[in-house]
């Protein structure tokens, strides 16, 4: 019997011995969604900024865009559909990258591998700037989570991204940028969406 | 201080009361994750509906566990990831290592994983000849000091950051300093290099998803993306139990894992990863490989109770809420999973002759089941393993009789009245059992019963 067997029939066994549970089962309501009170990019943006990213919204994303990496004197820009090669890119400044989807209630970014091939660019490098359409933020996790496993397929590696990288392992004090970027910059775009 | 042993825990729970630092450094991790988890279950109005419903969740995956395992491995290996099984802890790490060794893997790179402490992986690796690099920081720091994680979700939680400041100048030539930013880009750095030349990328698993064959794994730091995307190869390691069901559960899970660990609505990173990559050129890792883990765990399932224990998915809010692991902390219970989780879930592994002693550190104040995000009853499960104690040859034989008299007395009114007046005229001459008493308060039997001051104050 080979290791698979040897597990699955240990399983069987144990509950087949098992006395049945005495425990009543529990009935639980819907749970039901309240609307947000505010707008869905004003409450993810709040939520963004809440785990120390920055969140802009506007309708022209390429300023938006240019006027980060001036301010910031970045000279070596990766951008997700066009990368450098996984050894290259820890030499750049700059990552920047679109997201699928958002969630609202958390300030998360959804990047999924069907569309953003390249998600390195959104972890290595010190910066990263993420592009999401206004329209793409869902209010809640169940909601995005539907719809990265739509028609019941997945891509191989979606990501959810909620902040700049993080770290509480020394005394549990804060320290930003451990393994990933130490800036988060959220552009909300408000203008025509760029995804196509 | 390191690897203690769980045999000793009354002396080693000694020696980390005297510990005053250790003391200082559990008070206010334990207290402020405490405070940060009440505050982010407030966040939610159904957050009751979510511990039922997620345990509801875990009681069916449990009660049909190879099924669910079945249509797990069937959905990852359709998508291209490799399903290896193993039986214990030693056929895990043989998997791994051959899997290296294949590939001539020299350098490892591994994120945060109790499942692969449990096994003692690195251990078997490094035999191996080959060179294996914790890359969560808290892990990095107990790997430089060669210690072993004292939480399971802040393996560092036991150091100071000047004990920490001092291993880095030691073993990283670090200059010295306390500031934490520092000490985080000195490990950033270090580590960096790492990645780069890692031939392989070890991860755990927190939840496997039978639907999809989708394993999900959380984190802040960012490690765990490296790990999993970098290398050629990504084995990760997975016990039984982290199956669940339907992509769509892990609504309640991602709610209830953060906010219990951390006090966070969601932690940085989720990385959903359902098989291999579609095109050559894309990014990741070529190749994927589970490894599902029993060492024990299918053993637990023999009892309505014991199943209880596999339902736990690691978030740690049992060990800061425990009013023994704050004073002692970790390192103590000489076990890999400490606290009231570790002191449930450790006996039923490696057997209770050699963990007969945590079952008792526990005062059963009910804190641990308080806070468990899957209700998991830890004081009757502890009460459970107690009574195996005592029934086994690490009993007490005087004990049982003891309280075998006690059961009867107790049962019936006649020789319970009988009992306490005797017991009021044994107190006066005779001082209890000093392994019972010293340390626990015992007030006397009072000089006159209940039913004798009816009967006085109001007659028959």
């Not at chain 2, 630092?21 to 407030?42: I, N, P, V, Y």
């Not at chain 2, 880009?185 to 999809?212: C, P």
């Not at chain 2, 199956?243 to 932690?267: C, E, H, M, N, Y």
């Not at chain 2, 209880?308 to 004073?327: F, M």
């Amino acid at each position: 019997m080979d290791s698979r067997e040897t597990i699955l029939s240990s399983i069987r066994k144990h509950l087949a011995a098992s006395p049945p549970d005495d425990q009543p089962k529990p009935v639980f309501p819907e749970s039901v969604v309240a609307p947000a009170a505010k707008s869905l990019v004003d409450l993810f943006k709040e939520n963004v900024e809440a785990v120390n990213g920055h969140c802009i919204v506007t309708r022209d994303v390429s300023q938006a865009v240019t006027r980060i990496i001036t301010d910031l004197g970045a000279r070596k820009i990766a951008v997700s559909d066009t990368p450098p090669s996984a050894e290259e890119i820890f030499e750049y400044d700059v990552g920047i990258t679109g997201a699928q989807a958002a969630i609202a209630e958390t300030g998360t970014l959804v990047l999924d591998s069907a569309r953003e091939k390249h998600r390195l660019a959104s972890l290595v490098p010190p910066v990263h700037i993420a592009i999401v359409d206004a329209s793409s933020i869902f209010q809640t996790l169940a909601e995005a989570l539907a719809f990265i496993h739509q028609n019941g397929d997945i891509s191989p590696a979606v990501t959810f991204i909620t902040g700049p990288s993080r770290t509480a392992d020394i005394e549990l004090t804060l320290a930003i940028g451990v393994h990933g970027p130490q800036e988060l910059y959220v552009i909300v775009n408000q203008g025509p969406s760029l995804s196509h | 201080m390191n690897h203690l042993s769980s045999e000793t825990f009354g002396e080693n729970a000694k020696a980390a009361l005297a510990d005053t630092q250790l003391r200082g450094a559990l008070r206010h991790a334990t207290s402020l994750f405490g405070k940060r988890r009440l505050e982010a279950a407030r966040s939610l109005s159904n957050w009751e509906d979510l511990r039922t419903e997620a345990r509801a969740i875990k009681d069916e995956v449990l009660l049909h566990l190879d099924r669910y395992l079945e249509t797990f491995t069937a959905n990852a290996e359709k998508r291209g990831a490799v399903v290896h099984w193993a039986r214990d802890a030693a056929e895990a790490n043989e998997i791994i290592c051959g899997l290296a060794r294949q590939r001539n893997a020299r350098t490892i790179v591994k994120s945060k994983s109790m499942t692969t402490e449990e096994t003692h992986l690195n251990d078997a690796l490094e035999a191996a000849g080959m060179q294996v690099v914790e890359t969560d920081l808290g892990e990095y720091i107990i790997q430089l000091a060669h210690e072993t994680p004292s939480h399971i979700i802040a393996p560092a939680i036991h150091k100071t950051k000047g004990q920490i400041a001092e291993l880095f100048t030691a073993t990283l030539g670090m200059a010295p300093t306390e500031d934490v930013a520092q000490l985080t880009s000195t490990a950033r750095a270090t580590l960096r290099d790492r990645f780069a030349a890692a031939d392989a990328g070890i991860s755990g698993v927190n939840f496997g998803v039978a639907e999809t064959g989708t394993i999900v794994i959380v984190e802040n730091e960012g490690n765990i993306r490296l790990t999993t995307s970098l290398p050629r190869i990504h084995i990760a390691v997975m016990g039984i139990e982290k199956v669940i069901p339907r992509f769509a559960d892990l609504d309640v899970f991602l709610k209830l894992l953060p906010r219990s660990g951390t006090g966070q609505r969601l932690t940085t990173y989720q990385s959903f990863i359902t098989g291999t990559k579609r095109n050559a050129s894309d990014e990741g890792p070529e190749e994927l490989h589970i490894v599902i883990l029993d060492n024990g765990r299918s053993r637990m399932l023999a009892h309505p109770l014991t199943r209880q224990s596999l339902a736990c998915i690691r978030c740690g809010a049992c060990l800061n809420a425990c009013p023994v692991y704050q004073q002692v902390g970790g390192h103590a219970y000489g076990s890999v999973y400490p606290g009231p989780i570790g002191a449930v879930i450790t006996p039923q592994l490696i057997g209770i002759e050699k963990t007969a002693q945590l079952p008792y550190a526990s005062s059963l104040c009910g804190a641990c089941r308080e806070v468990c995000p899957v209700k998991i009853d830890i004081p009757r499960l502890l009460l459970h393993l107690r009574a195996e104690v005592a029934a086994g040859p690490k009993g007490n034989a005087m004990e049982r009789m003891v309280f075998k008299i006690w059961a009867r007395v107790m049962m019936s009114p006649s020789l319970y009245k009988l009992g306490s007046r005797a017991g009021r005229m044994m107190q006066r001459v005779m001082p209890l059992s000093r392994a019972w008493t010293s340390g626990r308060d015992l007030r006397p039997i009072e000089r006159q019963s209940f039913r004798d001051l009816w009967k006085t104050k109001y007659g028959q």
